[in-house]
Structure formats: C-alpha cells, structure tokens
C-alpha cells in the first residue's frame, strides 16, 4: 500500500537522531513560551528561524512546528492553574479550568487537558495525511490562472472571516503584498521600494516583518499594562501528585463526546484560512454548551468545558497544515511563518511540494505524533516546573525578548539595516494596534505577493493581455465567484436594513 | 461631535490613501509595461487603486469601540532607543556594550523598579548567552568588545 511506505519513509525521516532531538528540543520550547504570558509562538518561531539556517530543512520544519504546537499545551497549563491563558487560544479553557483548580481538582483539569489536546491533534494529523496528498494532487493540474484565484481567495478569505473591519483587514493583505514587491524585479531587474538601500535589493526580512509587527509591539503594549498592576498571580499549586489526575470511570465516558465534538470542529476551522485556534476553541465550547444537558454547570468547572476547546484548538492547529502543505496558502500567521521558514531553505511551497518532497512531508507528519506523544509524557512530570517560569518576572523577560528580537533580525543576512527595518515595523505595528488594525493579514499578503504576481505575469503572457483567461476554466471561475461572495458578505446586513427600509416607505 | 479617536482614526485613513496613490504615482514611474508583459509597476499600480479606493471606504466606515489604555508614549520611546542603540552599537563597540545598552534602556521602559544586582545579572547572562549562541555557534561576525573601544578606554592608540 502506497500509504504504509510513505508512512514508512516518514518514519525514517522522523526516528531519525537529529529529528527526534529537534522535535524535543521545538515542543519544549513550544511548551515553555506557551506558558509564558507575553510571547506567543509566532515571535518565537521568527526568533528560532535564523537558528535552524545551518539545519537540514526538514529538522528545521520539525522544530518550528513543533515550538507551535507546543504552545498549545503550554499555554493551557497556566489557564488551568493561574487563570492566566499564555496564549490567546487557550483563554476558553480558563473559564472551566480555573474554577476545578479552585475546587482542588486541578490535577484531573490537567490531565483533561493532556488527553483532550492529544486526541485533537493526532485525530487532526490523521485528517491532515488524508486531506493534504488528495488536495494537491488535485491542485497539481492547476495552470497560472487558478493557482492564482487560489492564492487570492486565500488571501480574501482570511481578511473576511477574521473579526474586525473587513476593509481594515484588506488594506493589510494590500499593505504585505506591497511589502512582497520590495526589492530586485526578477523579470525586469529594476530595484522597487529599495529608496536607495543596498540591503533592500533582495527584500524585507520576514523575520524583520513578523518580530516588528508582532514582536515589539506586543512588548509595548504589555509594558503598559504591567504598569497598571497586571502582575502575575501566585500560583497555588506547585506539586500536583500523579494520583489526582486520573478521573473517574464515570467522568472518562462524559468525556469523549467533547473530545470527538472539540476535534471536528477544530479540524474545519484549522483548515479553512483566516480563522485559527482562538476561533476553533470558542465555537467548541459554545457547541458544548448548548448540547450539554447541564449547561449552567459551565464556568463553574465542567470537565466538558475543559475536553472540547482543549481538543479543538489543538485539532485546528494541526488541521492548519492542511492548506498549508498541500497548496503553499497559508491559513494564519504562524502558518505563514512556517512557509516563510520553507522558503528561506530553499524549499518551494506549492502542490507540488508533497510529490516532490516527499520524505520531507511525511517525516513532518510523523514527527507530528511523535511530538505531541513528547508533549504529553512532558507535561504531566514537568508542571511544577512550568509554573515556577511563568512568574519570571516581565522586568527580566522583556529585555531577554527584545535581545533576542533585535540579534535574530541581524542574524538573517549579518546586517544592521536589518535591525533598523525590525524596528520600523515594530512602530509601524503599534500604531495598527492602537488603531484597531488586525497586522496577521500582512504576513499573508508578504508571502503570497510574489507567488501572485508571477502567476497573474504568467496568465496574461499565455492570453496575450487578456483579462478573460481568468475565466476560462471552471475551477478559476468558481474560486473567483467565491471571492467576489466573500467580499460581498459584509455588505448583507446593510443592504438588508436598505431594503426593509424602502420597503416601509 | 469628533471624538479624538476618530480624529486619529480619520487621519490615518488619510495616511492610507495618501500611500495608496503614492504607489500609484510610483507603478507609472517604475514602467506598467502592456497588458500581455506587464512591467514591474503593474501590481504597485493596481495596489495603489485598490489601497487608495480601500482607505475612501475606511474613511466613511462607522469605527468600533476602542481600547481605553492610553498609548504608551514612553515605552515606545524607550524601547526605540534600545534598539537603535543596539544597533548602532553592535558593530561598532561591540556586542557586550550593545547588550548592556539594550537591556538598561528596554528595563527603563518598564515601570517595574528593577534592583541594578539583577539588571547586571540579566545584562551577564545574556552576554554569555548571545555570545555562546550566536558568536561561537552561529558565527556571527560579532566581537564581545571591539578593540577600538578598548585601546580608546587605555588611552593607547
């Protein structure tokens, strides 16, 4: 079966020595930043990348895949124990979390959280192995003009179904694209946007856009918050003994319906662009809710509050990779990050990928398993420890991020300008927070702006200049229509109100 | 009535047509090419239009709530002397001095009070740490303290 000896090549890849410690190494990481509230996994995967230059691409991938979802698990540790979500996805699991760590039942919310979050993610990677090869193989016949209605209604689809202002969000994919022009024209070999720098000739550092945008801007933001008084809470469990954890016949049968729930639900919303794991754990845990024959026991520590959004958000961050892999599109920013990393090793992202590369795929895929099996034997032993990092004071911990930002724009091409550039966008991102910009949809627009404008040069070389060609074939036509209907959306509500309007008059 | 965020809010959809029709002006400049090439100002022509139609709309958007902390003026300030200084400095005197700049104005930043044994200690830590990490691993072509600086400290030349 042509399954088992791709799953038996990505073995292979994945039992490798250096991937199994790169995969230790990326969860750990994943889980430690998880836990820490202030930086996410999107600033530590750009910190990280410049590290992996000197690896084989396919250790690198295993690593900053695993710092993501790592950081899953992390971050709900702190949720259950301290109220203090360490990444925004795993805020719902605080709503339940906490109140059974205030009842003394943390040890069993934890190991929910464990159980939940693997079932979602290893459900997930297996959607992930069946979805992703069928998807490009499908996509490999693609020409110019639907790859390039792809990437658009990627792009549209992120900015629509993010929440905020819809036309905010378009300026932002516009402002990455335009961000994706600077440098050397490769058709034409013309320097744009470089105003002079020689630096700029080969384009903006990713790494300089994410960390800039991401990176710094948080780090003002929480510099004005820790003024106010937000200091972390003192956490009152340090040990929890290994017996407390293990539920109640009764209460492992009530779980499963929130775990398979959780997961699917996490898995569609992974894989459909613009909205992530925060999204997928919010929708499960309203489904539960409103199933559930007890809902007002939510909030006040219902093991069903804890399985669902556990296993969704999980479920959707490895349901994420699906887009990702099998057509180069990129569904959020960490996403983008990750095809950004792709790229920088010179590998090219696209359906062509997974035929091409396929030792590189399916070791990722294993070391999927492999990671999140790390993950859970991790966790459980190591809380005590996880809890005593996350109250390293935000004095010490801003300047260690910062170091670390400013060091890993330089370390891309060893130049200063680079740093300067970090630093335009770290001002440039907090004045778009302070304005109510959502920046995620940049990143999107930086890495497929080149990709769309070689495919779009591409089309109209073939039609001669003629726009129609967009419209030739099925699949391009049909993408474009769901586009035009994504854009359209937002103008429902008004045009109903419109229309009762007249309707009275 | 304006209330001062949509002041701010209004300048800045300002600011984005005004970018928008920069990369108007600049796609024309940079050569639109014909419809079957397109040159290299194509796509910043068309982004120009779509930017510049997008920010009209913001403009006549109705605003959502705000968030009510009030800019960190200060911190930003901060942080961007930081890293300027880091910058500025890591070729020039080296890493350990640009580290020190870096970490002594980001804990300014900071509104905690921080006790200067642990300032020193967050500065010696990340020195060997960056040092460790990204000058004997990575080989980035930094030196700990530039010999300039030294030989400029003794007097020597």
């Known amino acids: 079966m042509e399954l088992l000896s791709n799953l038996a090549l990505g073995m292979e890849t ?30 530590t995967i750009s910190v990280a990348l410049p590290l992996t230059f000197g690896l084989d691409p396919t250790v690198a991938l295993i690593m900053l895949a695993g710092i993501f979802y790592g950081a899953q698990y992390g971050g709900s540790i702190t949720s259950i124990l301290l109220n203090l979500p360490g990444t925004a996805s795993t805020a719902v699991t605080a709503l339940d979390g906490y109140p059974m760590t205030k009842n003394g039942r943390a040890g069993l ?10 079932c979602g993610s290893s459900l997930a990677v297996l959607l992930v192995m069946g979805f992703a090869p069928t998807i490009a193989d499908f996509a490999l016949g693609f020409n110019s003009t639907e790859y390039f209605s792809v990437m658009l209604l990627g792009l549209i689809a992120a900015c629509t179904m993010s929440n ?4 905010k969000a378009l300026v932002m994919v516009a402002f990455g694209l335009v961000l994706g022009i600077v440098g050397l024209d490769l058709n034409s070999g013309v320097p744009r946007f470089t105003f002079g720098f020689l630096g700029l000739t080969e384009g903006v550092s990713l790494i300089s856009i994410a960390m800039g945008l991401f990176g710094i801007a948080e780090i003002v933001t929480k510099l004005a918050e820790s003024k106010n008084g937000g200091s972390a809470a ?7 003994p290994f017996r407390d954890m293990l539920p109640k016949r009764d209460e492992l049968r009530r779980l499963w319906g929130p775990i398979l729930r959780g997961t699917g639900i996490g898995s569609v919303i992974g894989a459909l662009p613009g909205s992530g794991p925060t999204v997928a754990a919010f929708m499960a845990y309203a489904m539960e809710k409103k199933v559930s024959r007890t809902p007002e026991k939510f909030g006040t520590g219902a093991l069903e509050g804890v399985a669902a959004p556990e296993a969704a958000n999980n479920a959707s961050v490895q349901a994420a990779f699906i887009p990702t892999l099998s057509l180069g599109i990129p569904g959020d920013v960490v996403m983008a990050i990750l095809l950004g990393a792709m790229i920088m090793h010179g590998i090219i992202p696209g359906p062509q990928f997974i035929s091409a590369q396929p030792a590189m795929f399916w070791g990722l895929i294993v070391s999927f398993w492999i990671g999140n099996v790390m993950l859970l034997i991790l966790n459980l032993p190591l809380i005590g420890l996880l809890v005593k990092i996350i109250t390293v004071p935000a004095r010490i911990l801003y300047p260690v991020v910062i170091f670390f930002i400013c060091i ?12 300067f550039v970090t630093l335009v966008f770290g001002l440039v991102g907090y004045l778009l927070l302070r304005l109510n910009y959502n920046a995620a949809p940049v990143l999107l627009g930086f890495i497929l702006g080149p990709m769309m404008e070689e495919n779009l040069r591409r089309s109209l070389v073939i039609s001669r200049g003629d726009l129609t060609v967009f419209l030739d074939r099925p699949v391009s036509v049909g993408l474009l229509l769901v586009c035009l209907l994504l854009l359209l959306m937002p103008l429902r509500k008004p045009l109903m109100r419109y229309i009762r309007m007249a309707g009275q008059r | 009535m304006i209330r001062k965020n949509d002041l701010s809010e209004v300048l800045f959809a300002f600011v984005i047509i005004a970018f928008g029709l920069f990369l108007v002006y600049s796609g024309i400049d940079l050569s639109i090419g014909k419809m079957s090439r397109i040159g290299p100002g194509f796509l910043p022509l068309c982004l120009g239009v779509i930017i510049t139609v997008l920010g009209i709309g913001i403009l006549f958007e109705r605003q959502e709530k705000h968030l009510d902390i ?8 901060l942080i961007t002397l930081a890293i300027g200084a880091f ?3 890591v070729e020039t005197t080296g890493l350990f001095p640009a580290t020190a700049a870096l970490v002594i104005l980001t804990a300014l930043a900071n509104h ?12 010696i830590g990340l020195c060997v740490v960056g040092y460790l990490l990204f000058v004997a691993a990575l080989q980035l072509p930094f030196k700990p303290i530039s010999p300039d600086l030294i030989s400029w400290f003794t007097g020597t030349n």
């Open chain 1, 408 to 419: 890993g724009s330089y370390s891309v091409a060893n130049n200063v300008l680079d740093v």
């Open chain 2, 70 to 77: 009030p800019p960190n003026i200060r911190g930003l300030a």
């Open chain 1, 164 to 167: 905020g202002s819809t036309l």
């Open chain 2, 87 to 89: 910058a500025a400095l």
């Open chain 1, 234 to 240: 003192e956490p009152k469990v340090t040990h929890v």
């Open chain 2, 112 to 123: 905690e009070r921080i006790r200067p044994l642990t300032l020193l200690g967050t500065i």
């Open chain 1, 14 to 43: 994945a039992f490798s020595y250096d991937a199994l410690l790169y995969c230790f190494i990326g969860v750990s990481i994943g889980t430690f930043v998880g836990a820490l509230p202030g930086i996410g996994p999107m600033v």
């Open chain 1, 109 to 118: 919310a934890l190991f929910i959280n464990a159980v939940a979050s693997f």
